[in-house]
């Protein structure tokens, strides 16, 4: 077993005080809504499986049917992050595009950061594209943390066969322990 980290898991995006969300919605592919299925996929696989694996974990969303702006999600999140000493921050995304885009990605800003968003992609080419670890300057969630930051896109949200491979209880939970290894 690796090290033990201190890590701060983060539901991208959140649910409007008027119900709608702040992410992209593929259902009309066969896919999923974002928010939904990270906030569901790291409340109940990959946070407890982080724990499992020994790490201690926060898990930060945006409270509910609360905002009414998107805008008030960055303050909201940094906020808490900033307070603690984590060893990583992790914002779970799905990405979003024309149906036939697939794959799995995870964004960075520091040269820590590479190295777990290299770690992860490469544990989830297992099941998904790797599409890469991408370095991004444009994010408040990789520029705007005091601890390492990845930004995860987990899988298209849009694409119907990429989230399939993540439906279901034994498809999340594989996803949540190659990602629990990788880090």
Excluded: W
Excluded at 72 to 84: D, F
Excluded at 139 to 167: Q, S
């Amino acid at each position: 077993m690796g090290k033990k980290l201190k890590i701060c898991i983060i539901v991208g995006h959140s649910q409007l005080k008027n119900g709608t969300y702040t992410s992209a919605d593929g259902r009309e592919y066969g896919g999923v809504i974002e928010y939904k299925y990270c906030r569901d996929f790291s409340k109940q696989y990959l946070v407890p499986q982080l724990k499992e694996d020994g790490h201690t974990v926060d898990f930060i969303i945006c409270p509910e049917k609360q905002f009414t702006d998107a805008k008030q999600e960055k303050e909201y999140k940094l906020s808490r992050i900033n307070k603690v000493n984590y060893d990583l921050i992790m914002e779970v995304h799905l990405n979003s595009a024309q149906p036939s885009a697939h794959g799995t990605e995870a964004l960075y800003v520091s040269t820590k950061g590479k190295y777990y968003a290299e770690k992860i992609v490469n544990a989830l080419g297992e099941v998904y594209m790797n599409r890469g670890a991408k370095k991004r300057t444009d994010l408040y969630m990789l520029n705007g943390t005091k601890p390492t930051a990845v930004l995860l896109e987990l899988f298209f949200c849009t694409n119907k066969e990429d989230y399939l491979k993540g439906y279901g209880k034994k498809n999340a939970m594989k996803l949540a322990k190659l990602i629990a290894k990788a880090i």
